[in-house]
């Protein structure tokens, strides 16, 4: 088993930043990627960012240059550092770690970002 804690979501406006943070506990070492995704209203779920055990790391095109994702071990949680933000980034960010494990992955609760003046 593998929880996962979303935090760092809140109301910002154009051009701003904010840093989610992933808490993993649990069956961490059986995590080999670690990805945020989004979903806004009405819209598909969408991967915005992904860290391997490697530390090999992808991105939507919509966020290169503005997000960084990035691990801390000793604290066993991954961020997702965003800047520039704009309005279209509004969305509940959910963290997804994938595992080993039989069940495969796991997901967060999620956290609101919500982008606006």
């Known amino acids: 088993q593998v929880q996962l804690v979303e935090s760092g979501g809140g109301l910002v406006q154009p051009g701003g930043s904010l840093r989610l943070s992933c808490a993993a506990s649990?069956?961490?070492?059986?995590?080999?990627?670690t990805n945020w995704y989004r979903q806004a209203p009405g819209k598909q779920r969408e991967l915005v960012a992904a860290?391997?055990?490697?530390?090999?790391?992808n991105y939507a095109e919509s966020v290169k240059g503005r997000f960084t994702i990035s691990r801390d071990n000793a604290k066993n949680t991954v961020y997702l550092q965003m800047t520039s933000l704009k309005p279209e980034d509004t969305a509940v960010y959910y963290c997804?770690?994938?595992?080993?494990?039989?069940?495969?992955?796991?997901w967060g609760q999620g956290t609101q970002v919500t982008v606006s003046d």
């Open positions: 649990g069956n961490i070492f059986s995590i080999y990627r």
């Open positions: 997804n770690a994938e595992t080993t494990s039989k069940r495969g992955d796991y």
């Open positions: 860290l391997t055990s490697a530390g090999a790391t």
